[in-house]
């Protein structure tokens, strides 16, 4: 009994963070090439968030209640779907060098609890060339 309490004391003691991380998506490209990543959220939300590591403050790349937005370079789109988990297509273009790192998708919503996506973007170094560029659909 005493051992069940002690492995349901470290379980609840695991960050969310690191849950996440195990499932993080990785993606490389090339400088100048676009990505489009597509997030998939547990649940539905109004306020939506693109953000460069944690949704903090100075990190937060696109914050919207509409199903569209974009902001420079970064771009998003939501779809809400009823039974299966809604979805938010995050597009980057024109990646450059200080692109690399990990992105979070987040949607909000009043009184529930909040879903989030996670991945993580190498960018490699190199010109691209559209001549040589493969279209890979994600």
């Known amino acids: ?9 470290i ?4 960050t969310k963070d690191s849950l996440v991380d195990a499932e993080t998506n990785i993606y490389t490209k090339r400088e100048g090439e676009d990505i489009t990543v597509r997030c998939n959220l547990t649940f539905s939300g109004s306020r939506k968030l693109l953000c460069k590591e944690t949704c903090e403050e100075g990190n937060i790349l696109i914050e919207t209640y509409r199903d569209e937005a974009q902001r ?5 789109k939501y779809e809400y779907r009823y039974i299966r988990s ?3 297509d995050v597009t980057i273009t024109k990646l450059i060098k200080s692109d690399s790192g990990l992105y979070r998708c987040e ?7 909040d879903s989030e ?12 060339d559209p001549q040589n560029h493969e279209n890979i659909s994600l």
Request: glycine share 4%; hydrophobic share 50%; with cysteine.
């Open 117 to 128: 996506d996670n991945f993580k973007i190498i960018i490699t170094e190199g010109e691209f």
């Open 107 to 113: 949607l909000q919503k009043d009184l529930s609890p």
């Open 86 to 88: 809604s979805i938010l």
């Open 1 to 9: 009994c005493h051992v069940l309490v002690w492995l349901l004391i």
């Open 72 to 76: 420079g370079r970064y771009s998003i």
């Open 11 to 14: 379980l609840f003691s695991v």
